[in-house]
């Protein structure tokens, strides 16, 4: 009777242990086919010819000015949205308000809706037909085609990554060790660079870093406010969708290396400020 229920058992885990083999299988499989492989293929395609002709498109006047304006935008939106993020979550996790909840759904916003419908809105609203439109136009402002459209456009799609990443830090951080040390006789300022922005640090670095990456990578709402002119209002993104229908295969590929390499970085980033994290809290616990 023992052998046979034994015999059972042995039966039902072979039964089962094909079953992770097989998921396992499935997910790698998928990443190659829609991640690994595709983005190899672009290091290879780079490369194809040598280091020299890489390096030559590199060293293009167009190409410098799209990399050099793609790095302006992210210095300015970064910024912008940290300062944001940081008064954002620190009202909806500090403060209990009517319409917090909508906030929030606001915040979360450039999520959901398309990054081309982004860029309309800011067309909409700024373009010359556009609500703003007639004022802008008779104070000799332009937005829309120019680099304040870029900037409107690359700070609403980067704008939830900072917010989102704090908010669950200063929900758990509590309010305790703030209270103690305005009882000690710290003001607000003193507080927050004290005791608060400590506290916060690896979250509030882990949402600038895809902050950064989601400004420097944006094609959707910034090709529809830019118009993609080369030299003028053309980013790294816009560049390689440019050189590629130009048949500039070669350029295209070499830029989007760039682009790839940004993500791995990205990624490694976020890798290492969330085992420091983790360090962090099982040092407290």
């Known amino acids: 009777m023992t052998t046979n229920k034994s015999r059972q058992k042995s039966q039902y885990q072979k039964q089962q242990n094909w079953v992770p083999s097989v998921l396992i299988a499935i997910?790698?499989?998928?990443?190659?086919?829609?991640?690994?492989?595709?983005?190899?293929?672009?290091?290879?395609?780079?490369?194809?010819?040598?280091?020299?002709?890489?390096?030559?498109?590199?060293?293009?006047?167009?190409?410098?000015?799209?990399?050099?304006?793609?790095?302006?935008?992210?210095?300015?939106a970064v910024p912008i949205n940290a300062v944001f993020g940081l008064c954002a979550a620190w009202a909806i996790a500090r403060h209990k308000f009517p319409g917090r909840a909508i906030v929030l759904s606001i915040i979360d916003l450039p999520f959901s809706i398309s990054p081309v419908v982004a860029g309309l809105m800011i067309v909409l609203l700024y373009g010359r037909q556009g609500w703003f439109g007639g004022w802008l136009q008779s104070h000799d402002i332009q937005i829309i085609f120019a680099f304040p459209g870029m900037v409107l456009a690359t700070c609403f799609v980067s704008m939830p990554f900072v917010a989102r990443e704090v908010i669950p830090v200063l929900e758990e951080f509590g309010k305790d060790q703030e209270e103690a040390a305005k009882t000690l006789g710290a003001n607000e300022w003193q507080t927050f660079w004290r005791v608060t922005l400590p506290s916060i640090r690896w979250g509030l670095l882990y949402g600038l870093i895809l902050t950064n990456a989601r400004s420097m990578g944006e094609f959707g709402a910034v090709s529809v406010v830019s118009g993609n002119i080369a030299n003028t209002t053309q980013s790294l993104p816009l560049f390689v969708e440019d050189a590629y229908k130009q048949y500039e295969t070669e350029a295209a590929f070499s830029a989007a290396v760039l682009l790839a390499l940004l993500a791995v970085v990205t990624l490694v980033l976020k890798e290492i400020l969330e085992r420091k994290t983790r360090v962090k809290d099982d040092g407290e616990n």
């Open 27 to 76: 997910a790698v499989s998928y990443l190659f086919l829609v991640q690994y492989i595709p983005a190899l293929n672009v290091f290879v395609q780079a490369f194809i010819k040598g280091v020299g002709p890489f390096w030559d498109n590199l060293t293009k006047t167009d190409f410098l000015h799209a990399a050099w304006l793609t790095l302006l935008l992210a210095v300015i």
